[in-house]
């Protein structure tokens, strides 16, 4: 393992300061998932920067019901705080369903949004894998690819986002901010991407990952008002009950009015190189019946984009099923 | 002394209850403390660390190693590789048998799979030695591999002895009303002990030490001392504390690559590995694609059982996974025919693993008894007691106590299995599909020689010694219960050391066998020291000890089929719009001879049922074709049961003991793993319709089964 350095800051002026423009430095959050990739070589820092005591730990009310969550606010408190159970249920839910109970504790929603794939071939630095080492290829394209990508993915990578936080925050139009020290005479400078926008697409280029640009610390995350939201689940599929990666996941929110559906988000975990907002589902939904035909069209509206493999084409049956399951459910409590 | 009675031993003069109580562990503080010190925690001066190089190519040669680069970074003290270690000698037989070839570590330049050691980094400190050995250039040639195993491949044969038969199988198939011809298969499984290995080795006054973790102290030290040409005396090999083992923890690559380095450096040297090298270099249970034929009368009775279970070993060394074994002992049928296959590959050599062959032939045997009681429309617990035998149905030799037909008839009373409709997919509960299902299982009851002795202290307490294995079963704790009944006092009295093998050769932790063989010496030697301390007023300051060695008592054992026994029940639940399956209930009940410890027997074979919930549902390691080697080999790839999918386990015994045994022991190590799986795909197939024959019962599986259940051309039958 690569001897590194390391420094706690406590303000995001020095954060930003200290990583500068050296890629060759991190950012440490929680850790837990830069420490383990550390460990097994994927990553290499030569410095570490821990920003865990910045001051980005509260969940603050905006104007006109959303929220602004700080960065180093944990996944432990990001579930457990009342706006967002209230406002955003299935952000909630979504935090509670990954991971363990003491890595939540750890876990934070900046590093949350960085977290790189679990493919296998990803974490381990004896194989090729495009996204650690460009231009090595990807052999999960013909070999183990039974959570590879349906949507966005290439030849160069099919590797699916991990995150079960990021599929609610898609679903509510998240908006990610972030400081660099890119101001005058090297002051920090906000700036802020949609999360549409925040991660790019595969292409050619699956090592690039955000749009941040470099020595960028994420700030924290804007949920804007969504009343539909306060009408939302989360519900992963995963190959055990719990401490598993989603090979399925969904984010449904929906609001119906006399048998029409008002607004509805939909967003797909384990699908895509990123929390996958699917937005054609959404346009097949809104204003058009509540019922289980109408919801299965919507995901087959979605669904029709699909690529897939040899071996990852039960996502299709298994999405399409969850969006069903869960819009009724969904439809079911509304009318209660 | 050493000596070796030839009478059976008679049961202690006085008994002080301590067999059959529920202890907690007599570690048990130190372990939940954290005190308790494992093998790569204990502090050595000077130690150095090493680190494994392993191939990354599936088949080779190592063409050439960098060891000047290595050797130039921080704290790098050495570098061994084929091209200066020391000779060892692989040509000997130990305590399990021949020597495997994949202890010769560094012995040549071929590569005969992905993870074969090519070489040992030491340095300072374990992050400088882990920095150079990943920074180490290796280059290979590389030659064609083929690491792709599937049912009746090419190149599988039938190794000497493997197969076993009776009668005509295929005129009894050809009279029988009813045939089921089932294939099944399941994956490549690993041990995934919470403790990795580590081994430190040192000289110390002439004597080869090693501080480790294992399951046989002196198994260790013997085959180190036959491949490093020593006398079994000037090796000392101890584990006082293993964090599971489950057959992986014997005599592995690490070990030899330390003392190597120990020699060269003259100082400890210690090699921990990686959960990543555990999965490459301390084996694995081998894949297998099984066929079971059976056919029977309308009545339910067998006139055919065919079992040929296949595996796969590596080019180096045949071992293989009797998977077939379990039907020889378990169904009585006319014609009997029963034969282990193998195919070589360029994959590693696969090894013990919890229940090997039991546990993989009993998913194949039972899940086709369940689909011979749906063809014949007969109960499943029916059709087993049908075909229930008197003798060994292929042996004719007697059974030493079996009791499966009390462990159906209890447990179904206790799961509530009277009244339960047979016809698949009738019970649902919300979005889940209920289905209740049934197997049986019997593992070998084994008894080995071992040596103990038992010394009286002067202050009139009573220490133990035996080279015993604790690998977190709770064998210290039996056998201090063992010897405080046998000596007439209290275990609080009794102190016993294991683990060191100065204390002479015994058992591993291994076959179900160790509380059996162990405490039968320690019996032996306790009744000896009693016979000998009643001869004296008092104690001399020395104590006295009593040593014995219980090979003659063991060989005179008659030749009867030894088994356990049990009867596994599970109730699943089912989604099959996502493929999730949960297991609701599981209730085995065992017989299993008699139960020193009730607290860690449960927890022994909840720990069994626990691990046939991962492989019915879980655990499958992926090897892929192109490297052949491990993709996603850390538990966040490889999965096993986490709490959240352990429900109600139940785990209970009838209590009858063995009568050849002076305790009434059977052993209760591996039987729980057994017919687990099975019970399990039986109630899937209850739930939902559905057969499914290969492991695990994957989401991805059972979407696509539904799939074709729905489609008019259903799937899901190969009888014929």
């Given at each position: 393992?690569?001897?590194?350095?390391?420094?706690?800051?406590?303000?995001?002026?020095?954060?930003?300061?200290?990583?500068?423009?050296?890629?060759?430095?991190?950012?440490?959050?929680?850790?837990?998932?830069?420490?383990?990739?550390?460990?097994?070589?994927?990553?290499?820092?030569?410095?570490?920067?821990?920003?865990?005591?910045?001051?980005?730990?509260?969940?603050?009310?905006?104007?006109?019901?959303?929220?602004?969550?700080?960065?180093?606010?944990?996944?432990?408190?990001?579930?457990?705080?009342?706006?967002?159970?209230r406002?955003?249920?299935?952000?909630?839910?979504?935090?509670?369903?990954?991971?363990?109970?003491?890595?939540?504790?750890?876990?934070t929603?900046?590093?949350?949004?960085?977290?790189?794939?679990?493919?296998?071939y990803?974490?381990?630095?004896?194989?090729?894998?495009?996204?650690?080492?460009?231009?090595?290829?990807?052999?999960?394209?013909?070999?183990?690819?039974?959570?590879?990508?349906?949507?966005?993915?290439?030849?160069?990578?099919?590797?699916?986002?991990?995150?079960?936080?990021?599929?609610?925050?898609?679903?509510?139009?998240?908006?990610?901010?972030?400081?660099?020290?890119?101001?005058?005479?090297?002051?920090?400078?906000?700036?802020?991407?949609a999360l549409?926008?925040?991660?790019?697409?595969?292409?050619?280029?699956?090592?690039?990952?955000?749009?941040?640009?470099?020595?960028?610390?994420?700030?924290?995350v804007?949920?804007?008002?969504?009343?539909?939201?306060?009408?939302?689940?989360?519900?992963?599929?995963?190959?055990?009950?719990?401490?598993?990666?989603?090979?399925?996941?969904?984010?449904?929110?929906?609001?119906?009015?006399?048998?029409?559906?008002?607004?509805?988000?939909?967003?797909?975990?384990?699908?895509?190189?990123?929390?996958?907002?699917?937005?054609?589902?959404?346009?097949?939904?809104?204003?058009?019946?509540?019922?289980?035909?109408?919801?299965?069209?919507?995901?087959?509206?979605?669904?029709?984009?699909?690529?897939?493999?040899?071996?990852?084409?039960?996502?299709?049956?298994?999405?399409?099923?969850l969006?069903?399951?869960?819009?009724?459910?969904?439809?079911?409590?509304?009318?209660? | 002394?050493?000596?070796?009675?030839?009478?059976?031993?008679?049961?202690?003069?006085?008994?002080?209850?301590?067999?059959?109580?529920?202890r907690?562990?007599?570690?048990?503080?130190?372990?939940?403390?954290?005190?308790?010190?494992?093998?790569s925690?204990?502090?050595?001066?000077?130690?150095?660390?090493?680190?494994?190089?392993?191939?990354?190519?599936?088949?080779?040669r190592?063409?050439?190693?960098?060891?000047?680069?290595?050797?130039?970074?921080?704290?790098?003290?050495?570098?061994?590789?084929?091209?200066?270690?020391?000779?060892?000698?692989?040509?000997?037989?130990?305590?399990?048998?021949?020597?495997?070839?994949?202890?010769?570590?560094?012995?040549?330049?071929?590569?005969p799979?992905?993870?074969?050691?090519?070489?040992?980094?030491?340095?300072?400190?374990?992050?400088?030695?882990?920095?150079?050995?990943?920074?180490?250039?290796?280059?290979?040639?590389?030659?064609?591999?083929?690491t792709?195993?599937?049912?009746?491949?090419?190149?599988t044969?039938?190794?000497?002895?493997?197969?076993?038969?009776k009668?005509?199988?295929?005129?009894?198939?050809?009279?029988?009303?009813?045939?089921?011809?089932?294939?099944?298969?399941?994956?490549?499984?690993?041990?995934?002990?919470?403790?990795?290995?580590?081994?430190?080795?040192?000289?110390?006054?002439?004597?080869?030490?090693?501080?480790?973790?294992?399951?046989?102290?002196?198994?260790?030290?013997?085959?180190?001392?036959?491949?490093?040409?020593?006398?079994?005396?000037?090796?000392?090999?101890?584990?006082?504390?293993?964090?599971?083992?489950?057959?992986?923890?014997?005599?592995?690559?690490?070990h030899?690559?330390?003392?190597?380095?120990?020699?060269?450096?003259?100082?400890?040297?210690?090699?921990?590995?990686?959960?990543?090298?555990v999965?490459?270099?301390?084996?694995?249970?081998?894949?297998?694609?099984?066929?079971?034929?059976?056919?029977?009368?309308?009545?339910?009775?067998?006139?055919?059982?065919?079992?040929?279970?296949?595996?796969?070993?590596?080019?180096?060394?045949?071992?293989?996974?009797?998977?077939?074994?379990?039907?020889?002992?378990?169904?009585?049928?006319?014609?009997?025919?029963?034969?282990?296959?193998?195919?070589?590959?360029?994959?590693?050599?696969?090894?013990?693993?919890?229940?090997?062959?039991?546990?993989?032939?009993?998913?194949?045997?039972?899940?086709?008894?369940?689909?011979?009681?749906?063809?014949?429309?007969?109960?499943?617990?029916?059709?087993?007691?049908?075909?229930?035998?008197?003798?060994?149905?292929?042996?004719?030799?007697p059974?030493?106590?079996?009791?499966?037909?009390?462990?159906?008839?209890?447990?179904?009373?206790?799961?509530?299995?009277?009244?339960?409709?047979?016809?698949?997919?009738?019970?649902?509960?919300g979005?889940?599909?209920?289905?209740?299902?049934?197997?049986?299982?019997?593992?070998?009851?084994?008894?080995?020689?071992?040596?103990?002795?038992?010394?009286?202290?002067?202050?009139?307490?009573y220490?133990?010694?035996?080279?015993?294995?604790?690998?977190?079963?709770?064998?210290?704790?039996?056998?201090?219960?063992?010897?405080?009944?046998?000596?007439?006092?209290?275990?609080?009295?009794?102190?016993?050391?294991?683990?060191?093998?100065?204390?002479?050769?015994?058992?591993?932790?291994g076959?179900?066998?160790?509380?059996?063989?162990?405490?039968?010496?320690?019996?032996?030697?306790?009744?000896?020291?009693?016979?000998?301390?009643?001869?004296?007023?008092?104690?001399?300051?020395?104590?006295?000890?009593?040593?014995?060695?219980?090979?003659?008592?063991?060989?005179?054992?008659?030749?009867?089929?030894?088994?356990?026994?049990?009867?596994?029940?599970?109730?699943?639940?089912?989604?099959?719009?996502?493929?999730?399956?949960?297991?609701?209930?599981?209730?085995?009940?065992?017989?299993a001879?008699?139960?020193?410890?009730?607290?860690?027997?449960?927890?022994?074979?909840?720990?069994?049922?626990?691990?046939?919930?991962?492989?019915?549902?879980?655990?499958?390691?992926?090897?892929?074709?192109?490297?052949?080697?491990?993709?996603?080999a850390?538990?966040?790839?490889?999965?096993?049961?986490?709490?959240?999918?352990?429900p109600?386990?139940?785990?209970?015994?009838?209590?009858?003991?063995?009568?050849?045994?002076?305790?009434?022991?059977?052993?209760?190590g591996?039987?729980?793993?057994?017919?687990?799986?099975?019970?399990?795909?039986?109630?899937?197939?209850h739930?939902?319709?559905?057969?499914?024959?290969?492991?695990?019962?994957?989401p991805?599986?059972?979407?696509?089964?539904?799939?074709?259940?729905?489609?008019?051309?259903?799937?899901?039958?190969?009888?014929?």
């Open positions: 393992m690569r001897e590194f350095g390391y420094q706690k800051v406590l303000d995001v002026p020095d954060a930003v300061a200290a990583l500068g423009a050296d890629p060759d430095a991190r950012f440490l959050g929680g850790g837990t998932n830069l420490v383990d990739l550390m460990k097994s070589g994927v990553e290499r820092p030569a410095r570490l920067v821990d920003v865990r005591d910045l001051p980005l730990d509260r969940i603050e009310p905006t104007p006109g019901g959303g929220l602004r969550i700080g960065a180093t606010v944990t996944n432990s408190d990001l579930a457990a705080h009342p706006d967002v159970r406002r955003y249920p299935a952000l909630a839910q979504a935090v509670l369903a990954g991971a363990s109970g003491q890595l939540r504790n750890m876990a929603v900046g590093g949350n949004l960085l977290q790189r794939t679990r493919c296998g990803f974490t381990d630095v004896t194989k090729a894998c495009n996204k650690r080492n460009p231009g090595s290829g990807c052999p999960a394209v013909e070999g183990e690819h039974r959570n590879a990508a349906l949507f966005g993915a290439s030849r160069h990578c099919v590797a699916v986002h991990p995150s079960d936080m990021g599929v609610a925050l898609a679903a509510f139009d998240a908006v990610v901010h972030y400081e660099t020290a890119d101001g005058p005479g090297g002051t920090p400078r906000e700036g802020e991407l549409d926008a925040f991660y790019l697409p595969v292409g050619d280029t699956p090592h690039l990952e955000t749009a941040l640009p470099p020595g960028a610390l994420i700030t924290g804007t949920l804007p008002p969504a009343p539909v939201a306060a009408h939302s689940r989360y519900r992963k599929v995963r190959e055990r009950a719990s401490y598993a990666f989603a090979i399925g996941s969904l984010t449904a929110a929906l609001d119906v009015e006399d048998g029409i559906v008002r607004d509805a988000r939909l967003a797909f975990g384990a699908v895509a190189s990123r929390p996958w907002r699917a937005r054609a589902a959404e346009r097949a939904l809104i204003g058009g019946p509540a019922d289980g035909d109408a919801y299965a069209a919507a995901a087959d509206a979605e669904l029709a984009a699909a690529e897939t493999l040899r071996d990852n084409a039960y996502k299709v049956p298994l999405m399409r099923n969006v069903v399951a869960q819009l009724t459910e969904l439809e079911q409590e509304a009318r209660r | 002394m050493t000596t070796a009675p030839t009478a059976p031993t008679p049961p202690a003069a006085t008994t002080t209850g301590a067999v059959g109580t529920a907690s562990r007599v570690e048990g503080v130190e372990k939940v403390t954290g005190s308790a010190r494992y093998a925690e204990l502090p050595f001066t000077d130690l150095a660390h090493g680190w494994m190089v392993l191939s990354t190519v599936a088949r080779g190592v063409h050439a190693i960098d060891t000047e680069s290595a050797l130039a970074m921080p704290g790098v003290l050495t570098v061994v590789h084929h091209g200066n270690a020391p000779r060892v000698n692989t040509d000997y037989v130990g305590q399990l048998g021949p020597a495997d070839p994949t202890l010769g570590v560094f012995q040549s330049d071929r590569i799979h992905v993870g074969w050691p090519v070489a040992l980094v030491v340095a300072e400190t374990s992050e400088q030695a882990r920095e150079a050995a990943e920074a180490l250039d290796v280059t290979y040639e590389t030659q064609p591999h083929d792709a195993f599937h049912a009746d491949r090419p190149g044969y039938t190794p000497e002895n493997a197969e076993v038969s009668g005509d199988v295929e005129a009894e198939l050809a009279a029988s009303a009813v045939v089921v011809d089932a294939r099944y298969t399941t994956p490549e499984q690993h041990h995934s002990a919470m403790e990795p290995h580590a081994a430190t080795a040192r000289w110390d006054a002439g004597r080869l030490e090693l501080v480790d973790s294992n399951q046989g102290s002196m198994w260790v030290a013997d085959e180190l001392a036959k491949l490093f040409s020593l006398d079994l005396s000037a090796v000392r090999v101890r584990s006082e504390h293993v964090g599971g083992a489950f057959g992986s923890k014997g005599v592995r690559p690490h030899v690559a330390a003392v190597m380095a120990a020699t060269e450096l003259q100082r400890p040297v210690r090699v921990a590995l990686t959960r990543r090298q999965f490459a270099i301390t084996g694995y249970r081998s894949p297998t694609a099984q066929r079971v034929r059976l056919g029977a009368e309308p009545d339910g009775r067998l006139r055919a059982f065919e079992h040929v279970a296949q595996c796969s070993t590596s080019t180096v060394r045949e071992f293989i996974e009797n998977s077939a074994l379990y039907g020889r002992v378990l169904y009585e049928a006319d014609a009997h025919r029963t034969v282990n296959t193998v195919t070589r590959l360029d994959i590693p050599t696969p090894t013990f693993l919890r229940a090997p062959g039991e546990a993989p032939g009993s998913f194949a045997v039972e899940s086709a008894l369940d689909e011979l009681a749906e063809r014949l429309g007969i109960d499943p617990i029916a059709l087993r007691v049908r075909n229930e035998p008197d003798v060994g149905p292929v042996s004719g030799l059974f030493a106590g079996r009791n499966l037909l009390a462990c159906y008839e209890e447990g179904a009373r206790r799961f509530g299995w009277a009244g339960r409709d047979p016809r698949p997919r009738t019970r649902r509960e979005r889940w599909l209920l289905g209740t299902g049934v197997a049986a299982c019997a593992f070998p009851s084994g008894v080995a020689p071992s040596t103990a002795s038992v010394t009286a202290e002067a202050d009139g307490t220490t133990v010694r035996i080279t015993a294995a604790d690998v977190g079963t709770g064998a210290r704790t039996a056998l201090t219960q063992i010897a405080a009944d046998e000596l007439g006092t209290t275990p609080e009295r009794v102190r016993v050391r294991i683990a060191d093998s100065d204390f002479g050769p015994a058992w591993v932790s076959g179900s066998m160790g509380t059996r063989s162990w405490g039968w010496a320690v019996i032996a030697a306790s009744r000896e020291l009693r016979e000998r301390v009643a001869l004296l007023t008092d104690i001399p300051a020395e104590g006295v000890t009593a040593r014995v060695n219980t090979a003659d008592l063991v060989a005179s054992l008659a030749q009867k089929e030894r088994y356990s026994y049990g009867a596994q029940f599970a109730e699943a639940a089912v989604d099959v719009t996502t493929g999730e399956v949960r297991v609701r209930r599981l209730l085995g009940v065992f017989d001879g008699r139960i020193v410890n009730p607290l860690t027997t449960r927890s022994q074979l909840v720990g069994g049922m626990t691990w046939g919930i991962s492989m019915a549902l879980h655990e499958e390691a992926v090897r892929d074709q192109e490297t052949g080697g491990h993709v996603g850390d538990f966040a790839g490889y999965h096993f049961a986490a709490n959240a999918d352990v109600v386990i139940e785990a209970d015994w009838l209590g009858e003991v063995d009568p050849d045994d002076p305790i009434g022991i059977k052993g209760v591996e039987i729980g793993i057994v017919g687990t799986a099975a019970a399990i795909a039986n109630a899937v197939w739930a939902t319709g559905v057969r499914h024959r290969d492991l695990p019962i994957r991805d599986r059972v979407l696509l089964a539904e799939g074709d259940a729905q489609a008019p051309d259903r799937g899901d039958r190969t009888d014929a």
